[in-house]
């Protein structure tokens, strides 16, 4: 399910549920498999457009590979808004989703869990903020200059993990 830009709920003008946004796709699982939810703010944090990553020739050799065919793009800015690489998205995001990932199964006790795989989740969302969010800690008051500066998405970052298993009685 996609919500963004949080236009998913709570009601419309008729009293009926705002679903705009909603969309559904299906995926095949298995036994053993996750399932995992994002909000925006969890979903951002991985992206290098919002964390203000510079593109540099590594990213352009191994996680990135498509851009190795648009050496003039230099920010993410303009990758984003290169209408040839859409969806550029999910793309540049799976790299750090993989990193999250084998963050999580390196840190779980006795195999990867679902509990696992959202504290790294919402730990990469909480590291990817910590300079804006300190600076704002010790600025209190004053606005923030240059959010081009600032790296991360400050918005709410949510995270639900679902563990694919196997029916053993019926409901």
Not at 80 to 99: C, E, K
Not at 120 to 125: L, P, R
Request: hydrophobic share 40%; aromatic share 10%; net charge negative.
């Amino acid at each position: 399910m996609v919500v963004a830009g949080g236009y998913l709920g709570p009601y419309s003008d008729q009293g009926k549920p705002d679903l705009r946004n909603k969309n559904y796709c299906v995926v095949p699982c298995e036994e053993g498999d996750f399932v995992f939810l994002l909000s925006n703010g969890a979903w951002r944090n991985l992206q290098p457009f919002y964390l203000r990553h510079d593109i540099t020739a590594a990213d352009r050799e191994a996680d990135y590979p498509f851009l190795a065919h648009c050496p003039h793009h230099r920010t993410w800015a303009e990758v984003q808004g290169d209408r040839l690489l859409h969806p550029w998205d999910t793309a540049v995001t799976l790299p750090l989703l993989a990193r999250c990932l084998a963050r999580a199964a390196a840190d779980a006790q006795g195999g990867l869990s679902a509990e696992a795989i959202v504290r790294a989740f919402i730990d990469h969302a909480q590291q990817a903020t910590q300079p804006v969010r300190q600076w704002i800690m010790d600025n209190p008051g004053r606005r923030l200059v240059g959010y081009d500066l600032c790296a991360g998405w400050m918005g709410e970052a949510s995270c639900v993990c679902l563990a694919v298993g196997r029916r053993t009685s019926d409901p």
